[in-house]
């Protein structure tokens, strides 16, 4: 599996010598409603256990790992996966808003929650869910991994559900995509000026679609950005960076990003720029 756009794991030139991690497009009936499959491998028989760190994104997950499969509303925090022995995780990340038609209730009913599948999607995703894991971790697992025949029957499972083409999912993921893709939207006045829509509606549409305000979106992601500045291994102004993600002064962005990754900005790019020189030197 190549290694897609990392953003969001945290400490990545390790991860990448722990376990391999890829993405493959749903079936094409749930593009409306799913980014992508990502798929996780790991063998680590012989070696201890190994914390992955992961910063959210404003969408909810699918998540099945061996006999577990349980859907990760949207997460307000950092939340940590521990690897051991060999194994692999199928997870689906749904587009901002996709899934409210699963669902059939306001996104921001389930954040902050993991469920189980068939709590979610009902009692009788309890026999699709059987049919999901598929290979059991064991010798061999992390090159055994029949990812076709999992990619397969979890299309299976998500177009079971029948779930309705909505609309304002599409305007969700766009707006959630302009968020991410703009340095300049640091303030839900900003979207709202760019956009045209009003900072109440705005309001009401990410609670009801993504599970989260649009000023939490906003902060992620630029977040996000400075996660990026630290790991790259150039120097950084950190009160500079502050002013150009619309913080009031250097303080808060430390604040939160402490918060957000459990070290600060300036710990977590020296940790990286050690981690690169170990993975340099193996």
Known sequence: MDWPDDRGILWARTAREKFRYGRRAPAPELAPFVTHYWLVEYDL???PPYRQRVLPHPSVNLTVAGPRARIAGVIRG???????????????????????????????????????????????AAVRQDAVPGPTAGPGASSGVDWDVLTARMDALLLAARPAVDPMVAQMDALVDRIAADPGT???????????????????????????????????????????????????????LAVELGYSDQAHLVRDFTALVGVSPARYARQCVAAGQQVATT
């Open 78 to 124: 950092h939340f940590d996966e521990i690897l051991r022995d060999a194994g692999w995780v199928l997870g689906v990340r749904f587009r901002p808003g996709g899934f409210r038609p699963f669902l059939g209730a306001p996104v921001v009913t389930i954040a902050n929650r993991f469920l189980p599948l068939t709590e979610v999607l009902g009692a009788g």
């Open 45 to 47: 028989r012989g070696e």
């Open 186 to 240: 640091v303030r839900v006045d900003d979207l709202a000026r760019r956009t045209g829509i009003g900072a109440r509606r705005l309001q009401r549409l990410f609670a009801e679609y993504v599970g989260a305000s649009p000023k939490w979106v906003i902060r992620l992601y630029r977040l996000h950005e400075a996660a990026q500045r630290a790991a790259s291994g150039e120097k950084v102004s950190w009160a500079a």
